[in-house]
């Protein structure tokens, strides 16, 4: 939705691609192109933020090692993070290379 003037556009599943994994509700910065008032592509944000809804648990001194660990997130899309995220956590994931980024 446009938050100028709350103009609702519906986009393609080809026009969105990859970047269906990173779209939340209430997410702001993302640019549409648009052709003749429809949208063909979609820009998005360097990075998002994102809550892990699944993760193995911290296991007890291993904070010295840097093996990462696979995550479930809220929009279904699965990546590896740090040992130390846990379940329930917002992340940033970035949306060029669709890798951990940082805690939110």
Known sequence: MEIEDYTKYTLDANAVGDAAGYITEGLEGCYLQLIDDAPVAVQMPQTVTLEVVE??????????????????????????????????????????????????
């Open 55 to 104: 993760t193995a648990p911290e296991l007890k001194g291993a904070t010295a090692t840097k093996r990462p660990k696979p995550a479930k997130l809220n929009t279904g899309i699965e990546i590896l993070v740090p040992e130390y995220i846990s379940t329930g956590e917002k992340i940033l994931v970035s949306t060029t290379t669709g890798e951990f980024s940082g805690r939110a």
